[in-house]
């Protein structure tokens, strides 16, 4: 059974770091390309972050970009997500998704592109 379980979130405070994960049971990664989304309460799930199987290429929303950070470590079948400067406005539930790479559109964030998805993990930004 294709499964992809989150871990790592938590309460951080303003200025401060997170290291989320991603680990896949079921099916190799090697051939999927994985996101990150995440959904704050009262808004719609939102594209932060992927990765392509195929040459390790990254894509990050402006919102995020030079402060988080996408990787993947095919031979752990985990993707991560390293999240710096974190601000309040980071609060959300966060969700790891995959899809074959083929399937994508290049960089794509829109969420329903995406087949496969996590249970999600809480980030609480705030002092």
């Known amino acids: 059974q294709l499964q992809l379980v989150e871990s790592g979130g938590g309460l951080v405070q303003p200025g401060g770091s997170l290291r989320l994960s991603c680990a896949a049971s079921?099916?190799?990664?090697?051939?999927?390309?994985i996101g990150w989304f995440r959904q704050a309460p009262g808004k719609e799930r939102e594209g932060v972050s992927c990765?392509?199987?195929?040459?390790?290429?990254?894509y990050y929303a402006d919102s995020v970009k030079g402060r988080f950070t996408i990787s993947r470590d095919n031979a752990k079948n985990t993707v991560y997500l390293q999240m710096n400067s974190l601000k309040p406005e980071d609060t959300a539930v966060y969700y790891c998704a995959a899809v074959l790479e083929l399937s994508l559109r290049v960089g794509s964030l829109s969420f329903y592109e995406y087949d496969y998805w996590g249970q999600g993990t809480q980030v609480t930004v705030s002092s």
């Open positions: 990765i392509s199987s195929s040459d390790g290429s990254t």
């Open positions: 079921g099916f190799t990664l090697d051939y999927y390309a």
